[in-house]
């Protein structure tokens, strides 16, 4: 399926990044390995379950850039292990992809019975958060007065 965004791009200021994120995820929708499930936990938590069943934590590699968090696995082809009759677990090589909001931090990953589960939190620095502004009242505007001799009011 091929998305033509370019009469949004045309009349919106700013939001290229978010076009190229859903022409990028259009144009990545066929890889489907490994399976994966996203799930908001909190209000500023996040969860990523990969299904990686067959691959060993040394196979797998975890890299968080800023806005991205990159998962791979690469098996070790020098392993000798049985001669199979069929093989059903799956065990290509991989890369998957997250973008990740601002202030989007891995906090924590683990492996357990072929499931990789990385755990996400959102971190808004104090400067960045919403601040509530009192206003104050009682005093009226005091009178400076400039150095060339006119009187101005501060506001």
Same mark, same amino acid.
């Given at each position: 399926?091929?998305?033509?965004? =370019? ?7 700013? $939001? ?7 022409? =990028? ?5 066929? *890889?489907?390995?490994?399976? $994966? ?6 209000? *500023? ?8 069943? !067959? ?20 098996? *070790?082809?020098? @392993?000798?292990?049985?001669? /199979? ?5 799956? =065990? ?5 992809? $997250? ?5 989007? /931090? %891995?906090? *924590? ?7 990789? %589960? ?5 971190? %808004?620095?104090? @400067? ?5 502004? @009192?206003?104050?009242? !009682? ?9 060339? !001799?006119?009187? @101005?009011?501060?506001?």
């Amino acid at each position: 399926m091929r998305l033509d965004l =370019t009469p949004y791009r045309r009349s919106t200021i700013g $939001f290229d990044r978010l076009f190229d994120l859903i022409e =990028t995820n259009a144009r990545n929708a066929s *890889d489907n390995y490994p399976p $994966f499930n996203l799930e908001r936990v909190a209000d *500023d938590r996040y969860r990523i379950t990969l299904a990686v069943a !067959g691959f060993s934590r040394d196979e797998i590699e975890i890299t968080a850039q800023q806005n991205l968090l990159l998962v791979s696995g690469k098996k *070790d082809d020098k @392993a000798t292990g049985p001669n /199979f009759l069929h093989v059903g677990i799956a =065990t290509r090589s991989f890369e998957r992809r $997250f973008e990740l909001a601002d202030f989007v /931090f %891995v906090e *924590d990953a683990r492996l357990n019975d072929g499931l990789l %589960v990385i755990d996400l939190v959102r971190e %808004v620095p104090e @400067a960045m958060k919403p601040k509530s502004i @009192a206003i104050k009242t !009682g005093q009226k505007p005091t009178v400076v007065e400039d150095k060339s !001799g006119e009187t @101005a009011q501060a506001a």
